[in-house]
C-alpha cells in the first residue's frame, strides 16, 4: 500500500498534508527516514512510525448504522444527504459504501465499509443472505397472503421474488408485521405489499444474516463491529459458497 494512502487512512490529513510530514523527515520506516510518498508499505511487516510513534494500521473499518429517513444509501449524491455524510471524516478517509440500499425513507440496519469482498458476499443473490424488516402496513393482511409471501409474490413487473417469511405481530387498519427476503429489488418490500393490495407506511430493516440492529442506537448513530460480529458475517457468507 502507498505510504501517503495508509497515513491519510489513519487520519494524519490528506495526502497533502502527508507529502509535508514525509518532506519534514517526521515518517520513519523500519528505522529509515522515508522521502518518498509514494513508498510502498505493507502494514503487516513493516514498523512505522511518525513523530516517533507507532503507527498501527487496519485496513477495514465495519460500521453499523441506524440510518434514518432522508438520507440516500450512496457514497455521494448531487441532490440528497447520503448515509456517509453521518460519519466523521475519520471514517470517511477509508472510502467506505453501504452494503446494500435501504430507500430514502426507509430506516434501520445499515452496515457501512470497505472490505468489498465482504460486501460483495453479502449482497449476491448466490449467497441468499436473509434481511429482516419490521414494518406497519396499511390493509388487512390475511392468511393468504402470507402464503403467497411464502411461495413468491408476483410483482408488477410480472417478477416473481424468492419465497419469503411473513409474520403478524399486531392486526389491526395498520398492521405491524416482520419480513424476511433474501433478495433486494428495487422498492422489494414496498412493493410486495402492493401486490397484495397492502401499502407500507414505515419501514425499518432490523436484522441482516445474523447481525442484528443495536437497540441501543438511536436513529442516525452507528457504532464499529465487535469482532466476533465480522468473524459471524465472515463465516455466514462461506457457509452459503
Request: glycine content about 6%; aromatic content about 8%; overall charge neutral.
Amino acid at each position: 500500500m502507498r505510504l501517503d494512502k495508509l497515513l491519510a487512512h489513519k487520519g494524519f490529513g490528506s495526502r497533502k498534508d502527508v507529502k509535508a510530514l514525509i518532506k519534514k523527515k517526521k515518517v520513519i520506516i523500519n528505522d529509515q527516514i522515508v522521502k518518498d510518498s509514494s513508498f510502498q508499505v505493507n502494514p503487516e511487516k513493516d514498523i512505522l512510525k511518525v513523530n516517533n510513534e507507532m503507527v498501527h494500521y487496519r485496513e477495514y473499518i465495519y460500521v453499523m448504522l441506524n440510518k434514518p429517513s432522508g438520507y440516500v444509501s450512496a457514497t455521494a449524491d448531487d441532490r440528497d444527504k447520503t448515509v456517509i455524510d453521518l460519519l466523521p471524516s475519520s471514517y470517511q478517509l477509508f472510502d467506505p459504501f453501504p452494503v446494500g440500499r435501504l430507500d430514502k425513507d426507509t430506516e434501520g440496519l445499515l452496515l457501512i465499509t470497505n472490505d468489498g469482498k465482504l460486501g460483495h458476499h453479502l449482497t449476491s443473490p448466490k449467497k441468499a443472505v436473509e434481511k429482516t424488516y419490521f414494518a406497519e402496513v396499511r390493509g388487512d393482511i390475511s392468511e393468504e397472503d402470507i402464503e403467497t409471501f411464502r411461495n413468491g409474490v408476483q410483482l408488477d413487473d410480472g417478477y416473481i421474488c424468492k419465497p419469503a417469511v411473513l409474520n403478524v405481530l399486531r392486526a389491526a387498519s395498520v398492521s405491524h408485521v416482520h419480513v424476511t427476503i433474501t433478495e433486494g429489488k428495487f422498492h422489494q418490500v414496498k412493493r410486495m405489499f402492493e401486490a397484495t393490495g397492502n401499502k407500507v407506511v414505515y419501514l425499518k430493516r432490523i436484522q441482516m444474516g445474523n447481525l442484528l440492529l443495536d437497540n441501543n442506537l438511536d436513529t442516525g448513530d452507528f457504532r464499529e463491529l465487535s469482532g466476533p460480529e465480522v468473524e459471524n458475517l465472515i463465516t455466514l457468507t462461506q457457509k452459503k459458497s
